[in-house]
């Protein structure tokens, strides 16, 4: 398990690298107005031909000390001010739930990773965590905040990945996406049928006992290409469907990626990013559990590609269960096989 830094020099250090390591990537730099109408200011931007960061201190003890880390997407408005897509603010010190951002470390390595607790604003009817938790596809972990408490939060990236680009651009297109699609009375996402979704029983790794704090740092990285993997998913599964008009797809909390026909659920996919046994046997229990109530429902496990794939396809057989593999190339593009 994650813990949460609550150590007022040790999150400024963080901070500091951060920008750094950003600044690293985005290249260039303007002068921009930021925010919305009536409520803006004028502010440096980083960007690059997809996505723009700014970043400044706020310290102001009625509004939560923090670190201010305001992140849109491109292209440029050509007047008025630029839309901030979402901020990932880190408080100065300690835990402060008002504040969305969290700066995270694993016990035993030297890995530092950002979380947001997915408080997603806007001002608008139907933004907000519960419904973005509900709709978004990337990964929600439990972070320890101390000996008694933790918190769970989305898991955007190490800020030390060579990824760390593609999976903040993912998590803050998905935001934006979020937002246009409640904006526009179009949310996508919803399942039409009911099904167990709502049972404590869950599968998680994250949660499971003795693991916790073991989890290796490579694994908590992969697992921020989540939700990269899984839009990859939808668009490939759409393609395969793409004879049938009446197909339409949906996540859950529980549930990667469904599919729907006619209303009916047919196929429910889960999503592992590493070949393991205990990844294998999270997915299986899983993609039984959540068809329990119709047998019918192809269940589909998504695996990575490895020198090994062919260890358990005897096992997959007798159960019953399709095998998709992925690839995730260098420049975070995902190439699927069944």
């Known amino acids: 398990m994650l813990v949460a830094i609550k150590n007022k020099e040790l999150i400024a250090r963080y901070q500091n690298e951060f920008k750094t390591i950003l600044s690293e990537h985005l290249k260039e730099e303007g002068n921009y107005a930021l925010g919305h109408q009536g409520d803006n200011f004028e502010h440096t931007v980083k960007f690059n031909d997809k996505i723009w ?175 990269i993997i899984v839009n990859a998913l939808e668009k490939w599964v759409r393609c395969k469907y793409r004879k049938k008009a009446k197909i339409s797809t949906f996540n859950t909390q529980l549930i990667d990626l469904g599919i729907q026909f006619n209303d009916d659920v047919i196929e429910i996919y889960e ?22 109530d119709n047998p019918r429902i192809v269940k589909n496990l998504v695996l990575p590609r490895i020198d090994d794939n062919e260890t358990f396809s005897n096992i997959f057989k007798k159960l019953n269960l399709k095998i998709i593999l992925y690839e995730l190339d260098s420049e975070m593009k995902v190439s699927f096989y069944e």
């Open 271 to 292: 999503i592992k990013t590493s070949f393991d046994r205990q990844s294998i046997y999270t997915g299986i229990g899983q993609l039984f559990f959540h068809s329990a």
């Open 53 to 227: 960061w700014s970043s400044f201190d706020i310290d102001d003890s009625e509004t939560s000390p923090r670190f201010w880390n305001g992140f849109g997407l491109l292209p440029f408005k050509n007047t008025g001010t630029q839309d901030i897509v979402v901020e990932i603010n880190i408080p100065h010190e300690g835990i402060n739930g008002r504040v969305s951002g969290i700066f995270a470390k694993e016990p035993g390595t030297n890995d530092v990773f950002i979380l947001h607790r997915g408080r997603i604003g806007g001002g608008r009817k139907g933004i907000g965590k519960d419904s973005f938790k509900e709709w978004y596809r990337g990964s929600w972990i439990q972070v320890s905040e101390d000996k008694k408490k933790t918190c769970e939060a989305i898991l955007i990236t190490s800020i030390y990945s060579e990824n760390v680009i593609p999976n903040i651009y993912n998590f803050v297109s998905q935001v934006k996406q979020f937002k246009d699609e409640v904006t526009g009375n179009s949310l996508s996402r919803q399942i039409n049928q009911d099904i167990p979704l709502d049972s404590p029983l869950t599968f998680d790794p994250e949660y499971s006992g003795s693991k916790k704090g073991k989890r290796k740092s490579t694994q908590f990285r992969q697992e921020c290409n989540h939700g």
